[in-house]
């Protein structure tokens, strides 16, 4: 426990940065759209509406979709983030040359690609989590206070946008592991130009060979796709239309897709794993 302690302590010592990117990126934006609003109100004769009045030509539905789209957004900065600590995580010793020093500890291997895994693929989701959890808390009670009062609704939009996107960040955080595993260098740019090549042969076999090869860009794309439904591309709803989507996206969530996910991720991470220890230390 205690090497655990002291691996994870390290890895946030050289990785903090990379972690903290998208609140870091939040929090700039806040103090932008504060800053930019307060200059309007300076220069406005007249009150300027309220930014949640908006909310009411919505409905009852608002928190709801407010605190997914939200949430979804967040998941996006999250997933970059996994992703880059992926590349860093296997990559950075092999960059600066101190792979040796690092395997010489007094440490299993098991322990020390258990801690980077962990670290690079679920250290972004748990502050998604946190940082979502804020928002959402913050925008279901506040919309209470414009005749939205929708709270539970709210919460619920953020549980199930949280799951089904902790899921797709675990399993892009996992391709990168992956392809980070399999090349020492500019592994992202690489893994995406061997989907690119392999997705170019399949067209073209298929087209002169006449075969219906499925594509695997198209299965990697379910994998990372989010099982609710957007925001974007639904209409008005009453209570009743509302009760039933949110049960059908719960079903969406805990499905074979869902499963899928998950065993994926593992997969990927052993791989990764084990394509980093075949390497030759340097």
């Given amino acids: 426990m205690k090497q655990c302690k002291a691996l994870l302590k390290k890895e ?9 990117a998208p609140l870091l990126f939040v929090i700039l934006i806040y ?33 709801y ?6 949430t979804i957004a967040l998941a996006f900065l999250h997933a970059m983030s996994g992703i880059v600590l992926a590349e860093s995580m296997l990559n950075s010793d092999h960059k600066q040359r101190c792979q040796i020093f690092h395997f010489s500890q007094p440490a299993s291997f098991l322990k020390i690609v258990g801690v980077k895994y962990l670290f690079s693929n679920f ?21 209470g206070l414009y005749s939205i009062p ?16 902790s899921l797709s960040i675990l399993f892009l955080s996992s391709l990168a592991w992956f392809f980070s595993g399999l090349f020492k260098r500019k592994s992202i740019l690489l893994g995406f130009l061997c989907l690119l090549g392999i997705e170019i042969v399949r067209q073209t076999i298929n087209y002169m060979v006449g075969w219906q090869i499925p594509s695997l860009m198209e299965g990697l794309s379910m994998m990372v796709d989010l099982n609710v439904s957007s925001f974007l591309l639904t209409g008005k709803y009453t209570s009743s ?11 969406d969530i805990f499905s074979t897709t869902s499963a899928l996910k998950i065993g994926l991720s593992a997969v990927l991470g052993i791989l990764g794993a084990v394509l980093y220890k075949r390497r030759e230390l340097q």
């Fill in 150 to 165: 929708s709270f539970a609704l709210g919460m619920t939009g953020w549980l199930q946008s949280f799951i089904s996107a």
């Fill in 241 to 251: 239309s509302l009760a039933s989507l949110v049960r059908a996206n719960w079903r």
């Fill in 31 to 63: 103090v932008t759209v504060l800053v930019s609003y307060l200059i309007v109100l300076i220069k406005r004769s007249d009150p300027a509406p309220h930014p949640m009045l908006v909310l009411q030509g919505i409905g009852l539905q608002a928190p």
């Fill in 123 to 143: 250290g972004p989701i748990l502050l998604f989590g946190v940082v979502s959890l804020v928002h959402a808390l913050v925008l279901s009670l506040w919309s």
């Fill in 12 to 20: 946030w010592q050289t990785h903090w940065k990379s972690l903290m």
């Fill in 65 to 70: 979709w407010v605190t997914m789209s939200v």
